[in-house]
């Protein structure tokens, strides 16, 4: 059954420091990888998604991730965060080669992002 | 272009209690999914529809947990009776197809609390 670990309950970073998420994942086929971010009492907003190709993928609000296959990670970064990039960062997987989009969360980590 | 619509936003019951959420997808969107996210958790799937059609609802609890698509548009989920446990907040997401990778889009959410 597909995993996804996401280590980290908490980062804290200072405004205009780089920030990193970080995700490992366990799938038995090809994943395809997702990070979605939650504001309070709101739902979730997709940010990025790997599917194929090229390994960086870029995504909303300069976010960026780096699909490892051999450390089977898929960690969030942006070279320059943000105090408004404060919130819950969600890290999602499906098996590539089911035909199902059942989407597997990881249990989220809360970036804080201090002025 | 609209998103992924919910009502309501806050719910509270008694135990033994029903409840009823309803979701509207965004326009165009076939497959509709409905997650449970217990508080500190990842969302988790509980069905998922393409069309009016079930495609997978392995996880949830039909013991006491229903779901419908009656024209393939608008979802409605209901818990009867509801247990302290079902205290989650329920998200309503949808996608254009169900081909793998296709990017899930999420509502607000319908925060439940059980007393």
């Known amino acids: 059954a597909q995993s996804v670990a996401q280590p980290e309950d908490q980062v804290k970073v200072a405004e205009g420091n780089p920030l990193t998420v970080k995700c490992t994942y366990s799938v038995s086929g090809n994943p395809y990888l997702f990070w979605y971010v939650q504001y309070p009492n709101r739902g979730l907003q997709f940010l990025l998604k790997?599917?194929?190709?090229?390994?960086l993928v870029k995504g909303s609000y300069g976010f960026e991730a780096e699909f490892n296959k051999s450390q089977t990670s898929f960690h969030l970064k942006k070279p320059s965060a943000l105090v408004s990039d404060s919130a819950l960062y969600f890290c999602?997987?499906?098996?590539?080669?089911?035909?199902?989009?059942?989407?597997?969360f990881g249990t989220g980590t809360r970036l804080l992002v201090s002025p | 272009e609209a998103g992924v619509a919910q009502s309501p936003r806050y719910k509270i019951i008694e135990k033994r209690q029903s409840v009823a959420f309803w979701c509207n997808p965004i326009s165009g969107h076939a497959t509709l999914y409905w997650y449970q996210q217990i508080l500190g958790q990842g969302p988790k799937l509980l069905i998922q529809f393409q069309n009016n059609g079930v495609v997978d609802d392995s996880q949830l609890p039909k013991d006491r947990f229903s779901a419908e698509r009656l024209k393939g548009v608008d979802s409605t989920l209901k818990i009867q009776p509801a247990k302290l446990e079902d205290s989650a907040v329920y998200l309503c997401?949808?996608?254009?197809?169900?081909?793998?990778?296709?990017?899930?889009?999420f509502g607000p959410g319908t925060r439940l609390l059980v007393l």
């Open positions: 999602a997987v499906i098996q590539g080669d089911t035909g199902f989009q059942k989407l597997v």
């Open positions: 997401a949808s996608s254009l197809g169900l081909r793998s990778g296709e990017t899930q889009y």
């Open positions: 790997y599917i194929t190709g090229d390994n």
